[in-house]
């Protein structure tokens, strides 16, 4: 987080946009392939478009994707069945049970209904960061001196914990799903916004000029100038987003809650019910894996023109 | 100079330039481009200015189309005084291939700014397949800009300035980064398309030939900061030929007059 901030001017939030990443944004940056804005714009990617590099050569199937990112995780399970089969350590039990606890707790629904719930805040206040954070990104990226007056607050913000944030959110405005979903929405708001600011930031000066002299009305050139110009951008910043938004979720849940899969876990392991509390997290795991697979179609979707384009 | 200050002559000039001067910078890094600039444009006419690379011709073009505003000087567009991009006018950018949208296919890039000026989606279209058609690019309308080779992606951006129906199109070195055939087949799409449509043409290029071959007027723009330093009448009418004009004594003559006085600074 703290090395993002070294190449960039003070005035310009968006270039640490990708500092929360950790490695996960795996967008490249389009302006840096463009040009004029794009070094600026680029700074604080530089990991991750070096991660990204063989995959923008040659985008492989939908099908080759999956087969190259499933083979692993098989063999971590067949691994992890066949170690811990004889686990005799009362907090190691083995994956066979895990698993039945798993089976159990899903068909009776106990744990069903807490992934059910875990999730209605997951999208309901992933959502409502996307709206805000492309809507105020989308701003704040045209208009240079707004973006210099907020500058501070959103670093200020960004650098907070978003999980040392739950109790108190959730001590201030109770227990129900509504504070739960805002602390979700709270926290993946941040890497939505310096996304979307980065990614306006990088739109084509040339475009822009195109735009101007062409007369095209502020409303049409948000829509289908700046927006899709700084989607692939955005995108990454969802992308970043959605395991913060797992991990607040689940967090967010293990206070004072009676629901959900943040519930169930800690209330198992409260109970020493140790196998339910594996089956807990790992389903939190599969839930996650399953959502960015599921996003991984949904981008490729979204940007064709972005990875056909960047692929030539 | 072609100052012309009887009033039936002013209704004809759809373009006028009257000591405009343009900066870059302030204090220290204060960067004069353009000094006490006069042009003149009349309705129909093909202009070009032509000058060294880096004189500022760009900037000039910024200043023409409203997306800079000179710090002296006054630029009157169909009679009106400029202060942002004028309606009349439509660009066609030096690096054309970053004006189009990779988003859009080129019927969507060509019909895109008709959207802003109130055209239903089936005019639009209609508009746009017309002129992808006219520069050669007919039922190409559903490939996108970076499926297109450089010399298309420039018809494609000709295309849309066209379709955009202005009175006058800015060109700026629209042709200096394609190769030389597609470069002369282009200047002579591009003459064909304004004999045809009677669109008034000001294209900005540092290539003398390319002036001299496409214009009725040249511009010779100089020095530092840039100004007019010559205005030459090419007279070779309607009927060019990449061959025959340029082989034309008055062609040569024009040529040797201009890098005469490009030389001089
Ligand atoms: N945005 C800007 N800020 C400061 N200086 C600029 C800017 N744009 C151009 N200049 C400077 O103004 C001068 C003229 O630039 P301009 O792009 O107008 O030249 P040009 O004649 O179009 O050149 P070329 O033939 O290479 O396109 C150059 O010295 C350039 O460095
Ligand atoms: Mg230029």
């Known amino acids: ?312 | 100079m072609t100052i012309q200050d009887s009033p039936a002559a002013a209704t004809t000039h759809v373009m006028q330039v009257r000591g405009m001067s343009m900066s870059y910078g302030t204090g220290a890094a204060f960067n004069p481009i353009l000094q006490d600039l006069d042009l003149d444009v009349v309705a129909g006419e093909f202009v070009s200015i032509v000058g060294p690379s880096g004189v500022g011709k760009t900037t000039l073009l910024r200043c023409l189309s409203g997306l800079l505003t000179p710090q002296a000087g006054t630029i009157t567009v169909s009679g009106d005084e400029v202060h942002g991009p004028h309606p009349d006018l439509a660009v066609v950018f030096q690096d054309y291939s970053r004006s189009l949208m990779p988003w859009m296919t080129t019927r969507e890039n060509v019909a895109f700014p008709l959207q802003g000026k109130g055209l239903g989606k089936a005019e639009r279209n209609a508009l746009a397949d017309e002129n992808l058609a006219a520069v050669g690019l007919a039922g190409q309308g559903d490939k996108y800009p970076w499926e297109m080779s450089g010399g298309m992606q420039q018809r494609v951006a000709i295309a849309r300035a066209l379709a955009y129906q202005a009175k006058v199109l800015l060109m700026d070195e629209p042709f200096a980064s394609v190769d030389a055939q597609t470069r002369f087949d282009l200047e002579d799409l591009v003459l064909k398309l304004q004999h045809e449509l009677g669109v008034t043409i000001l294209l900005v290029t540092h290539d003398i030939d390319e002036a001299l071959y496409l214009a009725d007027k040249v511009v010779v723009i100089a020095e530092k900061p840039a100004t007019v330093v010559d205005v030459i009448e090419t007279g070779f009418g309607e009927d060019r030929d990449q061959l025959a004009t340029k082989a034309d004594p008055r062609f040569a003559e024009a040529r040797a007059r201009i890098m005469h006085r490009l030389k001089k600074d």
């Open chain 1, 1 to 312: 987080m703290t090395s993002a901030t070294a190449p960039a001017s003070p005035g310009d939030v968006g270039t640490q946009a990708n500092g929360t990443t950790s490695g996960t944004g795996s967008q490249p940056s389009r302006a840096s392939r463009r040009g004029a804005s794009g070094g600026r714009a680029s700074g604080g990617r530089a990991s991750g478009g070096r991660q990204a590099a063989p995959r923008r050569k040659k985008p492989p199937t939908a099908a080759g994707q999956l087969l190259q990112s499933t083979w692993l995780i098989v063999v971590v399970l067949v691994l992890w069945w066949v170690l811990s089969a004889r686990s005799t350590n009362f907090f190691i039990p083995s994956l066979q049970q895990i698993l039945e606890a798993l089976g159990t707790d899903l068909t009776n629904g106990v744990i069903a209904g807490g992934a059910l719930y875990s999730l209605s805040n997951l999208f309901v206040g992933l959502a409502i960061a996307v709206v805000l954070g492309v809507g105020l990104g989308l701003v704040l990226g045209e208009v240079g001196w707004l973006r210099r007056v907020v500058d501070p607050v959103i670093h200020f913000f960004r650098c907070i914990p978003q999980a040392a944030l739950v109790p108190l959110i959730i001590g201030t405005f109770g227990i129900g799903q509504g504070p739960k979903m805002g602390t979700i929405a709270f926290a993946c708001f941040w890497p939505i916004l310096l996304n979307t600011i980065d990614g306006v930031l990088g739109v084509e000066p040339t475009v822009r000029h195109f735009s101007k002299v062409y007369r095209v009305p502020k409303p049409l050139y948000f829509r289908r100038v700046v927006l899709p110009a700084a989607l692939p951008q955005i995108v990454a910043g969802v992308r970043v987003a959605l395991p913060i938004g797992i991990t607040v979720m689940v967090v967010s849940e293990m206070f004072a809650s009676t629901e959900g899969l943040g519930f169930y876990i800690l209330n198992s392991s409260a109970t020493f019910q140790v196998p339910q509390t594996w089956a807990g997290a790992l389903l939190v795991g599969v839930v996650g894996y399953l959502l960015s697979v599921l996003f991984v179609f949904a981008e490729r979707r979204l940007l064709r023109w972005y990875y056909a384009s960047g692929a030539k």
